[in-house]
C-alpha cells in the first residue's frame, strides 16, 4: 500500500513539473508561431548566395541529342 501512495506522489509531482514547463513556455512566447518550426530546415538553402549556385560544375549528359558518342 505505501508503494502506491509514493507512486501516486511522484505521478503529481511529475504532472506539477510538466503543468510548470508549460506555463513558462506559455509566458517566454515560445508557442508564438509553431507554424514557423517545419520551415527552418529549409531557410539555409534559401540564404545560399547565388554566386556559390553558379560555380557548382555542371555534368554533361552524355545520352542527350546533341552529344551523340561516335562509334
Same mark, same amino acid.
Given at each position: 500500500?505505501?508503494?502506491?501512495?509514493?507512486?501516486?506522489?511522484?505521478? #503529481?509531482?511529475?504532472?506539477?513539473? +510538466?503543468?510548470?514547463?508549460?506555463?513558462?513556455?506559455?509566458? *517566454? /512566447?515560445?508557442?508564438? &508561431?509553431?507554424?514557423?518550426?517545419?520551415?527552418?530546415?529549409?531557410?539555409?538553402? #534559401?540564404?545560399?548566395?547565388?554566386? +556559390?549556385?553558379?560555380?557548382?560544375?555542371?555534368?554533361?549528359? *552524355? /545520352?542527350?541529342?546533341? &552529344?551523340?558518342?561516335?562509334?
Amino acid at each position: 500500500m505505501e508503494l502506491t501512495w509514493v507512486a501516486i506522489l511522484a505521478s #503529481l509531482i511529475m504532472a506539477l513539473g +510538466a503543468a510548470c514547463v508549460f506555463v513558462f513556455a506559455v509566458k *517566454r /512566447d515560445y508557442f508564438r &508561431n509553431i507554424e514557423d518550426a517545419k520551415y527552418q530546415v529549409f531557410w539555409s538553402d #534559401l540564404e545560399e548566395p547565388a554566386s +556559390a549556385r553558379q560555380t557548382m560544375p555542371i555534368k554533361e549528359d *552524355r /545520352d542527350a541529342p546533341g &552529344n551523340r558518342r561516335s562509334g
